[in-house]
């Protein structure tokens, strides 16, 4: 089974960028990032199909998250800049589902926490 390990979490000041590591111990075909705030339910932030490159961005995050992966080690980024309070929260990669659909991913991360301040 696939393992996942995050980091590069941390607190940033508004307008300032993260850049978040998914480390993937062997080939999956998608990799996508979720987030949790406190108190509200996960959503998807974005995901990336390892056969072509082809990546989904949520709305919310469209024009300010770059996500990508490096072929040598499977390792998945979250590049994101212009960060807003609202995109604090615990932040995980997940394998194998299908688009931003949570429910159709099986293996988790343990999670990196981001903290914008305004």
């Known amino acids: 089974q696939v393992q996942l390990v995050e980091s590069g979490g941390g607190s940033v000041q508004a307008g300032g960028s993260l850049t978040l590591s998914c480390a993937v111990s062997?080939?999956?075909?998608?990799i996508a990032w979720f987030r949790q705030a406190s108190g509200k339910e996960r959503e998807g932030v974005a995901c990336?199909?390892?056969?072509?490159?082809?990546?989904l961005y949520a709305d919310a995050v469209k024009g300010r998250f770059t996500i990508s992966r490096r072929l040598a080690d499977n390792t998945v980024f979250l590049r994101m800049n212009s960060l807003k309070p609202e995109d604090s929260g615990m932040y995980y990669c997940?394998?194998?589902?299908?688009?931003?659909?949570?429910?159709?991913?099986?293996?988790w991360g343990q999670g990196t926490q981001v903290t914008v301040s305004s």
């Open positions: 062997r080939y999956t075909y998608s």
């Open positions: 997940a394998a194998g589902g299908s688009q931003l659909w949570s429910e159709t991913y099986g293996t």
């Open positions: 990336i199909w390892t056969t072509n490159s082809y990546t």
